[in-house]
């Protein structure tokens, strides 16, 4: 346990930047609001529906090995789905361990862990096809608030029930661990 948290610290220290600085003409944060997406079924998603509520947004992948989370991830769904949307980003950007097209990925989730949380088509998470989502997400320029960088399959990031970044974390945290239910249930 000890190990993970002095990884957790040291990547926490290599990915994250310092406090924004608002005078600077490159700072200019947008709205987690004014983002849309296209679910696996093709219906375009306009994130500003999820004003009032917590926003777990994860990107997930069908054969990596914190694919099981999607259980806990479905539980929090039902847990909380009254003020908390869990959005799932099946992305192929990490060992080619999202091989699936958009239906089968539904089918996927469906059959094995049930999962009818929200799950966006197929994307990418870094490089120069980065999904505008993500690039909200990990940029500081845009959400205002830090710049991280996606390390791998199921990493989560938490937005407030006002479109604000409340802190990103990385795969190996459980979806329902302390840290990230403690902002939930706040």
């Not at 004003?51 to 259980?71: D, I």
Request: charged letters at 20%.
């Amino acid at each position: 346990m000890y190990i993970r948290q002095l990884l957790s610290l040291l990547l926490c220290a290599v990915a994250c930047s310092g406090s924004p600085d608002s005078s600077h003409p490159s700072f200019m944060p947008t709205s987690f609001y004014t983002l849309k997406a296209e679910s696996l079924d093709g219906q375009t998603i306009n994130f500003s529906s999820f004003k009032g509520k917590k926003v777990l947004l994860v990107n997930t992948a069908s054969q990596c090995g914190f694919t099981p989370q999607y259980e806990a991830l479905q539980a929090l769904h039902k847990r909380f789905g009254d003020r908390l949307i869990i959005v799932g980003l099946p992305t192929n950007d990490f060992g080619g361990q999202e091989p699936l097209d958009n239906a089968a990925i539904g089918s996927f989730c469906s059959r094995n862990y049930g999962v009818d949380f929200l799950m966006l088509q197929k994307c990418s998470s870094r490089g120069p096809n980065q999904h505008p989502v993500f690039a909200w997400l990990t940029q500081q320029r845009l959400n205002g608030r830090s710049s991280s960088r996606v390390w791998w399959n199921f990493q989560k990031y938490l937005v407030d029930e006002n479109g604000q970044l409340i802190d990103f974390y990385f795969p190996f945290t459980k979806p329902d661990s302390r840290r990230i239910l403690r902002h939930i249930e706040k």
